[in-house]
């Protein structure tokens, strides 16, 4: 069936810091994919999604890019703030039926000052 | 519109006990979904309502647990004689299915589980 896989955490980073969290996906058509986060206390809320190959999702500063040669939807953001400290969970949906949500195990962020 | 509702957000019950979550999905949302979600790990889908249907259960879903959702608005999730292992953060998600595009599910808060 459909997986989703991510970089696995926790990851630390300082203030202004790039960031990169990998994420690749198995699926046996052309999904859509997504990036969602929860913070502290919140529910998942969707931060970006790229609908066919190299689209490119953007939003508060971050982006991802759908290389459907590499299986791959790599969250990236230049400069971090201490605010971006949560949980990133990678996703993918089908095009049929439920086009529910498969989820990757979530990788959580810290930002120090 | 206030999004996904989910109440109780916390409960905590007995092994054995019967327990029932209640969502209150965006009012213009026909689909709504059921996910569970353990400490450390991504959501787990469980099941899926298009209007009143239930047209998709999970594995995950034993028959101690059953979900409804009468008029195709709110839904409740009901467990059976729960078990140490249901202890899980419940997400409720609804969407508006139009037909094409990407179907982007919004999440209630969760209703978190804790059996003793």
């Known amino acids: 069936g459909d997986s989703v896989t991510q970089m696995e955490g926790p990851v630390t980073l300082s203030e202004e810091a790039f960031l990169t969290i990998n994420c690749t996906y198995t699926?046996?058509?052309?999904?859509?994919l997504f990036w969602y986060v929860q913070y502290p206390g919140e529910g998942l809320q969707l931060l970006l999604k790229a609908t066919k190959a190299d689209d490119k999702g953007s939003n508060k500063g971050f982006e991802a890019t759908y290389r459907k040669e590499t299986t791959s939807f790599h969250l990236e953001k230049g400069s971090v703030q201490v605010s971006d400290s949560a949980v990133y969970f990678c996703?993918?949906?089908?095009?049929?039926?439920?086009?529910?949500?498969?989820f990757g195990q979530g990788t959580r962020l810290t930002i120090n000052p | 519109d206030t999004g996904v509702s989910q109440d109780p957000r916390h409960k905590i019950t007995k092994r054995g006990q019967n327990v029932t979550f209640r969502c209150d999905p965006i009012?213009?949302?026909?689909?709504l979904y059921w996910y569970r979600q353990t400490l450390g790990q991504g959501p787990e889908f469980l099941t899926y309502f298009q209007n009143e249907a239930q047209l998709e259960k999970s594995r995950l879903l034993s028959d101690r647990f059953s979900a409804e959702r009468p008029k195709g608005s709110f839904s409740t999730l009901e467990i059976q004689r729960t078990e140490q292992g249901d202890s899980a953060m419940y997400l409720c998600a609804s969407s508006l299915d139009q037909g094409s595009g990407a179907n982007v599910l919004t999440f209630g808060a969760g209703s978190r589980l804790t059996v003793l």
């Open positions: 699926a046996t058509g052309y999904p859509s």
């Open positions: 009012s213009e949302h026909n689909r």
């Open positions: 996703a993918l949906s089908d095009h049929q039926g439920a086009q529910k949500l498969v």
